[in-house]
């Protein structure tokens, strides 16, 4: 990729903790900070027109006046004005949950201890950033999360909901928090997918859901393990970086038929549907394309990965001009047209972010945008463990998580909630027949459900 910032000697900003000659050894680190960050920094971004329409954003920043959004002195509005100036959202809090539980659980998945801190944020935040709920879940993640089982069976309460509703739901909620499965393991493309498509299943159990995260991850872990062995100039010998992206995504497609196809919860024909669109979102050439603030499809996933993929080929080509960009300004500029388009624009630049980050680094990342975070220190400090006692760390062993069976049936791991239910119903009023008196159901605290 143009060697671009292969000259390591001028490393500028290096995380706090992290020893400037580790990162001169291990250049990746670079690169791994940058999907983390670049996750960070499009969500972030992108709370600016979440949820308007593109009319509604050409009104606000006119191209002629305001081509380029301002960060963070965004114009503020009911919805954007809950969080702190600059701040991240809940995509990142819940990829945030991701690194902790890969932290404390040595690299590995651990679907129980994931559950417990996502269950946790939900009822308090970060309390350590004075946060009293956590803010923004979905309504996948929600119908999931609040289910009385979902501690002890976090992936039959998640099948159960996805199979109560018709299997329709493929919404966004896993795409946005796995960037990080591809920064784990990478040199394990089987250990990769494993690993997203169990921190998927846990919430979103649609298999549209599942081959968005692996590409998505896919990608990422295949530029860190490449960049381990030779230098970002050499990933793909003699090719450009609109190439190199090209032969990324390729692959990446060639992994999400097979797992489409081997699924068995879905029939053939709709699979075939399901792959058709696929492909659709997969080659859009512009943002149009994809009618990202159609109110009825915001947070499809297709779209979300459709409009990361869309960023990444942007960004190569403003790299591969003949007067190319500095990546910094070419990140902040294809995000910028991305989230002019409204919709669901926070997940869907938190997810493009990730995937431009990893591409150019965090070397390569918008200095002001990345000052003008309120917490970068907290979650820097918490990239530097991650990075310490897991990335680098050679005495750490990695296991494939369960659940990520390819040839799973409806029945398989199903618990029917919906008998347990009437069962329990019938047993309370028995009880209530006997005792006579009211019996109370205890509420767990919701915080707000967009």
């Not at 539980?101 to 269950?119: C, P, S, T, Y």
């Not at 393991?185 to 990769?192: K, Y």
């Not at 869907?348 to 003008?372: C, F, T």
């Not at 907290?378 to 494939?400: C, G, R």
Request: some cysteine; charged content about 25%; proline content about 3%.
């Amino acid at each position: 990729m143009d060697g671009r910032i292969n000259n390591i000697d001028n490393i500028k900003n290096t995380i706090q903790d992290i020893d400037i000659d580790v990162l001169k050894r291990n250049r990746y680190i670079d690169n791994l900070i940058g999907v983390l960050w670049g996750n960070a920094l499009g969500d972030a971004y992108g709370l600016s027109t979440e949820f308007l329409s593109k009319d509604k954003v050409d009104i606000l920043y006119p191209m002629d006046e305001e081509p380029v959004i301002p960060f963070p002195d965004f114009k503020p509005n009911r919805h954007n004005t809950r969080w702190q100036k600059g701040d991240w959202t809940d995509d990142t809090d819940q990829m945030i949950l991701i690194l902790r539980m890969f932290i404390e659980n040595k690299g590995n998945v651990d679907a129980k201890l994931f559950g417990e801190k996502l269950r946790e944020w939900v009822g308090s935040g970060f309390k350590e950033l004075g946060d009293i709920a956590g803010m923004g879940l979905g309504q996948t993640v929600g119908s999931v999360v609040f289910h009385e089982d979902f501690l002890e069976n976090p992936f039959s309460v998640s099948k159960w909901v996805w199979i109560n509703s018709n299997k329709a739901m493929a919404a966004n909620g896993a795409l946005m928090r796995t960037s990080i499965a591809g920064c784990v393991n990478f040199n394990n493309t089987q250990g990769v997918l494993a690993n997203t498509i169990a921190l998927c299943k846990m919430t979103h159990y649609d298999i549209r859901c599942i081959i968005s995260c692996t590409t998505a991850t896919y990608i990422i872990s295949t530029v860190l393990s490449r960049l381990c062995n030779v230098g970002i100039d050499e990933i793909v010998p003699g090719t450009s970086v609109a190439q190199t992206v090209e032969l990324l995504i390729m692959d990446a497609k060639r992994v999400a038929k097979e797992l489409l196809f081997a699924c068995k919860m879905v029939d053939k024909e709709k699979l075939t549907q399901y792959w058709d669109e696929y492909e659709k979102y997969m080659s859009a050439t512009e943002f149009v394309d994809l009618d990202l603030s159609n109110q009825s499809s915001i947070g499809y996933t297709y779209k979300c990965l459709g409009a990361a993929i869309l960023c990444m080929r942007k960004l190569a080509a403003r790299l591969s001009k003949d007067e190319p960009e500095q990546p910094d300004v070419a990140f902040r500029l294809v995000l910028n047209e991305l989230i002019r388009e409204g919709g669901d624009a926070d997940t869907n630049a938190a997810v493009a972010g990730s995937l431009l980050g990893v591409l150019i680094g965090y070397n390569n990342l918008p200095k002001d945008m990345l000052d003008a975070t309120p917490h970068r220190a907290w979650f820097e400090k918490q990239m530097a463990v991650l990075i310490k006692e897991i990335t680098l760390n050679p005495d750490i062993v990695y296991h494939t998580p369960p659940f990520v069976d390819p040839e799973e049936t409806d029945s398989d791991h199903f618990i029917d909630y919906t008998s347990l239910r009437e069962e329990k119903k019938k047993q309370e009023a028995k009880l209530k027949q006997d005792q006579d008196q009211d019996h109370h159901h205890h509420h767990h605290r919701r915080c707000t459900i967009m």
